[in-house]
């Protein structure tokens, strides 16, 4: 008898400077990965995807840069999901609430200190990036995971040994180097971008993506591109042209996408049946 097919779902809603919010779903377990963008355009992503705001379980957030944070003290006050974020972040959070909300809904995080949302468990790790107590996010479920891994100055070992073996993750393509340094952006800010606290260029993305390919990663989803300096096609030549080279073939041995700045990009699916079979 066919067992009952249940499914991990990861849908960016908005990617990029611009905004920053990603929705994932473990059965009818429901998390948003920052609230970067307005409340009210988050609520209208998440009823193009067929959810509801007011159905979110949790915002989960990575760090305390406006494009990640933007909306939620707005959401928070509106929806009520419960928020986790580390000690740095919150101390943002705070400094950009208008109103204050619900404190029974605020829990503090640490990096490498795993914590559930219902039956989700979540790795936060440390990323590489100018923000005080910066993290990303590893979901596991049902012995299936996925990561959400943005932000990152660099491919960082802790960054690498936290998300190896997740089998999809949302991961950085910020900026090829090239268009970065000819580009139009002050010469501070091109060296922030570029530095080891900064953003994660195309070739720096291309790397991650074939080491985590080797370790079982097929299904990748390129975020965070700057509007500036790459463009989707650029950022997806690097990786498509960097993974031929160890011989993996987009569409056949691993799927990749970029995540849309403005609004909700292809979901990811993963199937998983009752008893824990991947299919
Ligand atoms: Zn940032
Ligand atoms: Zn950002």
């Known amino acids: 008898m066919n067992a009952v097919n249940q499914c991990i779902q990861m849908i960016p809603l908005y990617s990029g400077s ?13 998390i948003l990965v920052d609230a970067g963008c307005t409340t009210k355009s988050i609520a209208t992503a998440l009823e193009k995807v067929g959810q509801s705001a007011s159905d979110i379980d949790a915002v989960l957030i990575t760090h305390d840069h406006s494009d990640h944070i933007k909306g939620l003290d707005v959401f928070v006050r509106k929806y009520g999901p419960r928020i986790y974020a580390t000690k740095g972040t919150w101390r943002q959070i705070r400094y950009c609430e208008k109103k204050p909300h619900d404190p029974s809904l605020d829990y503090v995080i640490e990096a ?5 949302v219902k039956d989700v468990k979540v790795l936060p790790f440390s990323t590489p990036h100018d923000a005080d107590g910066s993290v990303g996010f590893r979901f596991f479920y049902k012995d299936r995971s996925i990561s959400v891994a943005t932000d990152l100055g660099h491919f960082s070992e802790e960054v690498k040994n936290a998300v190896v073996g997740s089998e999809a993750i949302l991961i950085e393509a910020n900026y090829d180097r090239d268009m970065l340094w000819s580009g ?4 501070m800010l091109k060296k922030r971008v570029d530095g080891e606290n900064g953003h994660l260029c195309n070739l720096d993305c291309a790397d991650a993506v074939c080491f985590l390919y080797r370790n079982g990663t097929k299904n990748f989803v390129l975020g965070h591109l ?13 990786i498509v042209r960097a993974m031929e080279n160890i011989e993996a073939i ?5 799927t990749l996408q970029v995540a849309n700045r403005y609004y909700p990009s292809e979901p990811v699916v993963l199937r998983v049946s009752d008893d ?3 299919q």
Request: glycine fraction near 12%; proline fraction near 7%; charge should be negative.
């Open 112 to 116: 490498g200190e795993p914590f559930f």
């Open 18 to 30: 611009s905004g920053n919010s990603v929705f994932v779903q473990f059965d009818g377990i429901r």
């Open 250 to 254: 987009r569409g056949e041995s691993y």
């Open 226 to 238: 700057s509007q500036e300096n790459n463009t989707p096609m650029t950022a997806e030549k690097a």
């Open 276 to 278: 824990g079979e991947i």
């Open 184 to 187: 139009a952006y002050p010469w």
